[in-house]
């Protein structure tokens, strides 16, 4: 198991920056590509950005490309979301996931992650 902790969220005004934070401990963060995702009041949880074990490829969706960037520090044991230019439309309650499986691709899917943090609140006013 592994055990996922977010943090950074807050009250942004529309076009301030937030860096989101997961820090996970537990197994071998190294070897699992991670995911962010939100979840607006009244909608369902969807897929934010991701990026792989190692590092190399990120994925972003559509909403977010350009405005959001994902990284990560293995020897942190962290991944990053560092959100720029926000919108309202941004709120959202934020979690960070790991894959399923080891040393697998960035999936868009919420089954392709076994493990999530409880989740950081980010709320953009306009």
């Known amino acids: 198991q592994v055990q996922l902790v977010e943090s950074g969220g807050g009250l942004v005004q529309a076009g301030g920056s937030l860096r989101l934070s997961c820090a996970a401990s537990?197994?071998?963060?190294?070897?699992?590509?991670m995911g962010w995702f939100r979840q607006a009041p009244g909608k369902e949880r969807e897929f934010v950005a991701g990026?792989?074990?190692?590092?190399?490829?990120?994925y972003y969706s559509d909403a977010v490309k350009g405005r959001f960037t994902v990284s990560r520090d293995n020897a942190k044991n962290t991944v990053y979301l560092e959100m720029n230019s926000l919108k309202p439309e941004d709120t959202a309650i934020y979690y960070c996931?790991?894959?399923?499986?080891?040393?697998?691709?960035?999936?868009?899917?919420?089954?392709?992650?076994?493990?999530w943090g409880q989740g950081t609140q980010v709320t953009v006013s306009s």
């Open positions: 996931a790991a894959a399923r499986s080891p040393w697998s691709v960035v999936s868009t899917r919420e089954g392709a992650y076994a493990n």
């Open positions: 990026i792989t074990w190692s590092g190399a490829s990120t």
């Open positions: 537990g197994r071998t963060f190294r070897m699992y590509s």
